[in-house]
């Protein structure tokens, strides 16, 4: 017979993980509602699914290897995360592609919004946790997602422009960018108020990736009138 905990974790997790989804699917929604017209909506639908699939995987894989050494989890893990959305978009239909960095961005928003449930889960395991590390996993995860996000729009610009051939730049700057949140994540003493700083640096490059990888998709005429509005 299951155990009164269980059935609430078992509640709590199945709530965090179509949160995370839906939120993550808003922050797409509001951030590429001024580029329709310019993506096939089923392509997008598709990047966003990849990104879930490979990023379950990816972070599967790191949990289980999460006792490594610290230089294991501040090198080796961005590498494997940026590495498996390079696979993904470095398919040939994506390939010398101006809409890339949109997919790019699905691809990396649907690999970010794996993290939320899987490390609430983490949290949850055979008990309730306590607040404090509750309101953490969702803040980081959140910062997460606009990390993954931004690093698949920007690898996704390394792909489709110039023939792909700054693609390697793209992907270790993706790298660069996320190795700052590796400190947080594997501080057992961190605060609610560490994890908003690493949300706020996650929504700065979400920002900065989004208005400048993913204006490079419209015609040049496009991109000036949508600089001059915003």
Not at 5 to 23: C, D, E, M, Q, W
Not at 76 to 81: A, C, G, Q, R, V
Not at 169 to 177: D, E
Not at 187 to 212: D, H, M, N, Q, R
Request: net charge positive; aromatic share 16%.
């Amino acid at each position: 017979m299951l155990s009164p905990p269980f059935l609430v974790n078992t509640a709590i997790v199945n709530g965090v993980i179509i949160s995370s989804i839906v939120v993550t699917l808003f922050i797409m929604w509001f951030s590429l509602r001024k580029f329709e017209g310019y993506f096939s909506e089923k392509k997008l639908f598709l990047s966003f699914l990849a990104g879930i699939a490979v990023g379950f995987v990816v972070i599967i894989i790191e949990f289980l290897t999460s006792s490594a050494s610290s230089i294991v989890i501040f090198l080796l893990f961005p590498l494997i995360e940026q590495l498996s959305k390079l696979m993904i978009l470095n398919y040939r239909t994506f390939r010398e592609k101006k809409d890339t960095p949109i997919y790019g961005l699905a691809v990396g928003l649907g690999f970010g919004s794996i993290f939320v449930p899987i490390s609430t889960l983490v949290f949850f395991r055979g008990k309730v946790p306590e607040l404090t590390f509750a309101v953490m996993s969702i803040i980081i995860g959140l910062a997460l997602i606009f990390l993954h996000g931004a690093t698949g729009s920007m690898i996704g610009y390394g792909i489709g422009y110039m023939g792909g051939e700054r693609k390697w730049y793209y992907f270790f700057l993706s790298v660069i960018a996320v190795m700052p949140v590796r400190p947080i994540m594997v501080i057992p003493t961190g605060t609610a108020y560490v994890a908003s700083i690493v949300l706020v640096y996650g929504v700065i490059i979400y920002t900065y990736a989004v208005s400048k990888f993913l204006l490079l998709a419209l015609p040049r005429r496009e991109r000036r009138l949508k600089k001059s509005f915003n």
